[in-house]
């Protein structure tokens, strides 16, 4: 059964929840085609970018310098589009800037 075809019952407040299960997974490979970029570039942009972005650790693996094999979400694909952009725009010093500006918690 294709997940188009399936009803979710489930209670208002976890709805967003519930779709994140089913959200689309990417390999680094079909990152780098949608991208323009190598599958070398996006792992050193995972890695560059979890030092900014919360949302981009959960691909390191425990030692925190490596990335794990763990398929990539496509709604943080935004990320990694805005970091390629910067790096195209920008100095390195600047995107650092801009990121830890943006992303500061």
Same mark, same amino acid.
């Given at each position: ?37 190598? +599958? ?9 970018? =979890?030092?900014? @972005?919360?949302? *981009?650790?959960?691909?390191? &693996? ?19 589009? +805005? ?9 390195? =010093?600047?995107? @650092?800037?801009? *990121?830890?500006?943006?992303? &500061?918690?």
């Amino acid at each position: 059964m294709l997940i188009e075809e399936m009803t979710l019952y489930v209670p208002a407040d976890n709805t967003q929840d519930i779709l994140k299960l089913y959200e689309p997974e990417l390999k680094r490979k079909d990152l780098a085609a949608q991208l323009g970029v190598t +599958e070398r570039t996006i792992s050193r942009y995972i890695e560059f970018g =979890s030092n900014f @972005i919360p949302d *981009l650790r959960e691909y390191l &693996a425990e030692d925190g310098c490596s990335l794990n094999r763990k398929a990539f979400r496509s709604s943080h694909l935004h990320y990694l589009e +805005e970091i390629r952009d910067l790096k195209r725009r920008y100095s390195a =010093s600047r995107v @650092i800037e801009i *990121l830890t500006r943006k992303y &500061a918690r």
